[in-house]
């Protein structure tokens, strides 16, 4: 984690398919949900790298602003930029485009946990 930097940036792109998409009258459209999802593993894709061995990270927040929709078929782009580290908090930024104009824009919270001790906590809720 040591090497996360304010400012780093990343973009991921994915297509558009049935299963990204929620019906608006006769048309297939990028979901909401779909939003969150690609602005979640825009940002994790671009911490996990710098990550030690034992480190993962959740999710702490997502704030969604869905500013136009996104026919089925198209391409959606994900472009995420860390704007801040307060210790193991980490914020981002990311607009989401399609290839006609920007349909999102999503502030996004993310925690940099300890595997072992995130998963010794979730045994104990498995166990009772």
Known sequence: MDT?????????????TE???????????????SMCLLAE????????PHL????????????IRHLAPTPIGR?????VELTAI?????????NIHDDTEQVGEVTHERFVIDVDKYIERLKKKFAG
């Open 19 to 33: 299963k990204l998409t929620t019906t608006r009258g006769d048309y297939r459209v990028f979901s909401t949900p």
């Open 75 to 79: 391409r959606v782009r994900a472009e």
């Open 52 to 63: 030690k061995p034992g480190q993962g990270q959740v999710g702490l927040t997502v704030n």
């Open 86 to 94: 307060d210790r193991r908090k980490l914020t981002f930024h990311i």
């Open 4 to 16: 996360l930097k304010v400012g780093m940036k990343d973009t991921l792109e994915w297509d558009v």
């Open 41 to 48: 593993m825009a940002a994790h894709r671009l911490v996990e």
